[in-house]
């Protein structure tokens, strides 16, 4: 008999949505000893959050945060509200003793990333931050071929992660939709936003950063807020670059921007090693490809004309997650990546096995975040601190 894993949800935007789709989906998919039960759920605006609670399946609903998190009724509290807002809950949380989930970037910067992670590690609470693009099954499938020394000794790693939904001077900051560009709520911008992922990925796939240097623009430098109606200075960036060497030796070039016209969700990575590569697009999510030039056992070069790359279908069972989906042949998307994230969670929770990314992996991103937009300052190469 499954035991119940009572859930507090906090936030129902974008990923309010996609955390209670995992909730409410996990358990007809994966065996696992906890159910998820949508137990509670809380925004400031009472009208949006029974909505949300109505619309999802939640019991109840609350309108400030100490509320959900004092209940002793909750197991979880999952927080996918604005980044600012992330430190104080998660203080709040891990002395109530409560498991914790976390969206990215964990914190607005290292100094708040390190205290929460001191808190929940001191509470000895389970928690996650949600890197949900470890869960895209090819991007899993990259990793084993990584780690099975397919690639064999790194040379490079190439990075992209390209949007436009914030092209043009009209669009204001601030609010509930575009918080993203206010920095007092943000922190950053696509630094935060997007570069948080491809980081994560790289260090996930190649190990630990060393050092970077990076530039950032700001194209639009001021624009209405959203709340004030006044114009204010715009304090995130718009697009950053920067250059990093890791800790294997290998050579980084990663790039992120809102302002690249026609690209709405374009993350890409490339690894290039002396026995092999891998690349993966999310725009083209069900496939990753793989360059294979030597046996990685034996070192010997595979024949010429069998040299290529291969087009990988991550859909049959013997790759990662799949066997929990469809037949072979028949894709999963974006929201099942949550899912699988939440089911590894659970069995974390079953086995007792440290469970990643944790808020040390969280903090380990923010530590890199931070370098960059410190070497955009200064134009100077950052070491990233231990």
């Known amino acids: 008999m499954s035991k119940p894993l009572n859930i507090g949800m906090i936030g129902y935007g974008f990923m309010g949505r996609a955390h209670s789709n995992a909730y409410r989906q996990v358990s007809q998919f994966f065996q696992r000893e906890y159910r998820p039960v949508l137990k509670a759920c809380c925004a400031r605006k009472e009208d949006k959050i029974k909505a949300f609670a109505a619309n999802w399946g939640y019991e109840s609903y609350e309108t400030d945060w100490r509320k959900l998190v004092a209940r002793q009724d909750i197991d979880v509290v999952d927080i996918g509200s604005p980044n600012n807002t992330h430190k104080e809950i998660v203080l709040a949380a891990a002395k109530a003793g409560k498991m914790i989930f976390c969206e990215k970037p964990l914190a607005m910067n290292v100094a708040e990333a390190e205290e929460m992670t001191a808190a929940v590690e001191k509470a000895g609470v389970a928690n996650m931050v949600w890197f949900n693009y470890r869960r895209v099954p090819a991007i899993a499938l990259a990793k084993q071929i990584v780690d099975e020394g397919r690639i064999g000794r790194p040379f490079h790693y190439r990075a992209t992660y390209l949007q436009d939904w914030t092209i043009g001077a009209d669009v204001p900051q601030g609010g509930a939709a575009l918080w993203r560009l206010d920095v007092d709520v943000a922190g950053s911008g696509v630094t ?81 090693g002396e026995a092999g590569s891998v690349y993966f697009d999310l725009e083209d999510p069900q496939y990753v490809q793989y360059f294979k030039y030597a046996d990685p056992k034996t070192g010997a070069k595979i024949e010429n004309h069998l040299t290529g790359w291969q087009k990988i279908h991550v859909t049959n069972f013997e790759h990662p997650y799949m066997k929990n989906w469809w037949v072979p042949g028949c894709t999963i998307g974006y929201e099942h990546t949550f899912i699988n994230a939440l089911a590894d969670f659970l069995e974390s929770l079953e086995t007792k096995k440290k469970f990643q990314p944790d808020f040390r992996s969280g903090l380990r991103t923010q530590k890199v975040c931070d370098a960059v937009l410190a070497s955009a300052k200064s134009g100077k190469w950052v070491e990233i601190p231990a």
């Open 192 to 272: 935060g936003d997007l570069l948080a992922h491809s980081i994560d990925s790289a260090e996930w796939l190649n190990g630990p950063i060393q050092r970077v240097t990076a530039a950032t623009e700001t194209f639009v430098k001021q624009r209405v807020h959203a709340e004030t109606g006044k114009v204010q200075p715009v304090g995130i960036d718009d697009a950053c670059m920067f250059l990093a060497v890791f800790n294997n030796g290998s050579m980084g070039t990663f790039e992120s921007t809102r302002y690249a016209r026609g690209r709405k969700n374009f993350n890409t990575f490339e690894l290039n």
